[in-house]
């Protein structure tokens, strides 16, 4: 069993940057793709952006490619999400999942099995 813990959201101005983390326990996150999801207030839970379980491939939506950056550490069994330039529409609970996975892909959809309780990231004007 895979429990994933999201932190670091918190409320901010627009233009200025946050890192969110991504810890896991239960089992090491080496061969599990991950990502990161969010869901403004009274909309649907949307993609972010995903990375491979080695980190070397990575995708980002549209909404947010050029201002978020996915990483991870292995050997800290986390997973990162950079996010500079905010925006009021950046608002949103942030939730990280993990999927295991063989192959070296990075999965953009709400396919995994394992979510976080979510971390709450308000951006004011």
């Known amino acids: 069993q895979v429990q994933l813990a999201e932190s670091g959201g918190g409320l901010v101005q627009a233009g200025v940057s946050l890192r969110l983390s991504c810890a896991a326990s239960?089992?090491?996150?080496?061969?599990?793709?991950m990502g990161w999801f969010r869901q403004p207030p009274g909309k649907e839970r949307e993609f972010v952006a995903a990375?491979?379980?080695?980190?070397?491939?990575?995708a980002y939506a549209d909404t947010v490619k050029g201002r978020f950056t996915i990483s991870r550490d292995n050997t800290k069994n986390t997973v990162y999400l950079q996010m500079n330039s905010l925006k009021p529409e950046d608002t949103a609970v942030y939730y990280c999942?993990?999927?295991?996975?063989?192959?070296?892909?990075?999965?953009?959809?709400?396919?995994?099995?394992?979510w976080g309780q979510g971390t709450q990231v308000t951006i004011s004007s």
């Open positions: 999942a993990a999927e295991s996975s063989y192959d070296d892909v990075v999965i953009p959809s709400d396919e995994y099995d394992y």
């Open positions: 239960g089992r090491t996150l080496s061969r599990y793709a």
């Open positions: 990375i491979s379980w080695s980190g070397a491939r990575t």
